[in-house]
């Protein structure tokens, strides 16, 4: 296990739901990210949040809301997706946001799906 | 702007082979280099990072990767390939600002017995 766990593993949806995905670390980082990993893409950062403050919004639709209340615990709030956003979605944290201390710990990702 | 390309998509090799798993990369400054694997239903775990130093980084479960300034290569091998490294490979790049890895889309390695 990395230290970084997702809840819940799986979720259906549909278009008009309001759901929560929850990460939490037990590894003491500083720095905390969500991403969307989709079939044949790479890798999209969402968000990222050092010590509890978003640095970084990659113009992610205002449908995905990121929520950081602790260092420990990252939340991403969703309403009204389409079916485009089907995907898994990775939470990671890392020690700091530098480059050089950003070797960054998974969790395992939440499978979603938007019927 | 940085970038990272994994040039293929998949790559096969019997067990007990050696295995290479290309990536090349463009970032303006010092490249800081990352590779990650990913498991079936797994999120992605550490590798190995090439940060400054000795061109060659060594990782975990026998994984390696050469940093070649001249070439912008950083590829990942390993001397005897097992079926238990089957797995998506990620490359990924960043330069000193923070938090942001660029991945590239990926290789899926494939070991044979």
């Known amino acids: 296990e990395t230290g970084v766990t997702q809840t819940p593993r799986h979720l259906v949806m549909g278009m008009t739901n309001k759901k929560s995905l929850k990460c939490e670390q037990h590894l003491g980082h500083n720095a905390m990210y969500w991403y969307k990993q989709s079939a044949k893409k790479p890798l999209e950062l969402m968000f990222v949040?050092?010590?509890?403050?978003?640095?970084e919004n990659n113009s992610v639709p205002s449908r995905f809301s990121p929520e950081c209340p602790n260092s420990s615990h990252l939340f991403l709030h969703l309403h009204t997706l389409q079916p485009e956003d089907s995907a898994l979605y990775l939470c990671?944290?890392?020690?700091?946001?530098?480059?050089?201390?950003?070797?960054?710990?998974f969790g395992p990702g939440t499978r979603l799906t938007v019927l | 702007a940085q970038s990272v390309a994994q040039p293929e998509d998949q790559v096969n090799v019997a067990e007990g082979n050696p295995l290479t798993v290309k990536c090349t990369y463009s970032v303006s400054g010092n490249p800081y280099l990352f590779w990650y694997v990913q498991y079936p239903n797994r999120g992605l775990q550490f590798l190995l990072k090439?940060?400054?130093?000795?061109?060659l980084v060594k990782g975990s479960y026998g994984f390696e990767a050469e940093f070649n300034k001249s070439q912008t290569s950083f590829h990942l091998k390993k001397p005897s390939a097992l079926v238990s490294d089957s797995a998506l490979y990620f490359c990924?790049?960043?330069?000193?600002?923070?938090?942001?890895?660029?991945f590239g889309q990926g290789t899926e390695l494939s070991v044979k017995p």
């Open positions: 090439y940060i400054t130093g000795d061109n």
């Open positions: 949040y050092s010590l509890e403050e978003r640095v």
């Open positions: 990924a790049v960043s330069r000193n600002q923070g938090g942001k890895l660029i």
């Open positions: 990671a944290s890392s020690q700091e946001t530098s480059a050089a201390l950003n070797e960054q710990f």
